[in-house]
């Protein structure tokens, strides 16, 4: 009976060092040159854009970055100060709508900045990668966060 444990014992030892050794090897490899370090690069490699395309959406997403940081550091302020509000009882709603505004104001404010970014970068692209765009933009919308 001893006997069998200690070669049951070798067994899960031996597949738990192999294990261990794949994974090791496994994330030392480099990544893959396709591998995409941002949205510019995904975007440049969707579209098929060329130096000068790239270099202008990454201006243009340089700019709308910090264009919409101060609406991102407020939403995640009032956000903070909203559920701050889940032990006050009773619950100031009026407060709580108008913080709800807030946020919808902020959150509208980045859509139209995310649009008009977008229609400076379909006005870089070509007609082939317009239709891509428009593609990859009705895409990128449906998914989820």
């Known amino acids: 009976m001893n006997r ?6 070798l067994l899960i030892i031996a597949v738990l060092l192999l294990s261990n050794i794949f994974l090791l090897v496994f994330y030392r490899l480099p990544p893959k040159e396709n591998q ?9 490699r969707e579209l098929n854009l060329d130096e000068r395309q790239r270099a202008g959406f990454d201006e243009l997403w340089t700019a709308n970055r910090a264009r919409n940081k101060p609406y991102y550091d407020s939403l995640r302020l009032i956000k903070d100060s909203l559920f701050g509000l889940l032990p006050v009882q009773p619950a100031p709603d009026s407060q709580i709508q108008a913080m709800a505004l807030l946020i919808n104001r902020y959150d509208n404010r980045i859509l139209l ?3 008009d970014h977008f229609k ?8 082939g990668q317009q239709v891509k765009l428009d593609t990859v933009i009705r895409k990128m919308g449906r998914r989820r966060r």
Do not use: E, Q, S
């Open 4 to 9: 069998i444990n200690n070669k049951t014992l």
């Open 113 to 115: 900045n995310n649009f």
């Open 120 to 127: 400076k970068l379909r006005a870089i692209c070509d007609p």
């Open 36 to 44: 995409d370090k941002g949205p510019v690069d995904y975007m440049a």
